[in-house]
């Protein structure tokens, strides 16, 4: 699977957490981009992209993650491993 797959599912994901028809997330993203990104829906949008991808991040990989783009990358990697 390529980043740009994983992008596009990430967004399904961001539409259906966020509950957001309009959102387009891309690869430089972050929480301060989208309005209702918070604590809590960062959460549940690494719960849901765990389940869609059958991955698991630990702590340390979810905090360093700075953008989108750097979560579809582990992404690829951790299915590609």
Excluded: P, R
């Excluded at 699977?1 to 599912?9: A, I, P, R």
């Excluded at 953008?67 to 992404?75: D, R």
């Amino acid at each position: 699977m390529t980043v740009e797959e994983v992008l596009s599912s990430f967004n399904e994901i961001f539409i259906d957490v966020l509950d957001e028809d309009d959102i387009v997330v891309e690869m430089e993203t972050t929480a301060d981009d989208v309005e209702d990104w918070d604590s809590l829906t960062h959460v549940q949008l690494i719960v849901a992209i765990e389940k869609k991808f059958k991955v698991k991040f630990t702590i340390s990989e979810i905090e360093s993650y700075q953008n989108v783009g750097q979560m579809c990358a582990a992404v690829v990697e951790k299915l590609n491993a």
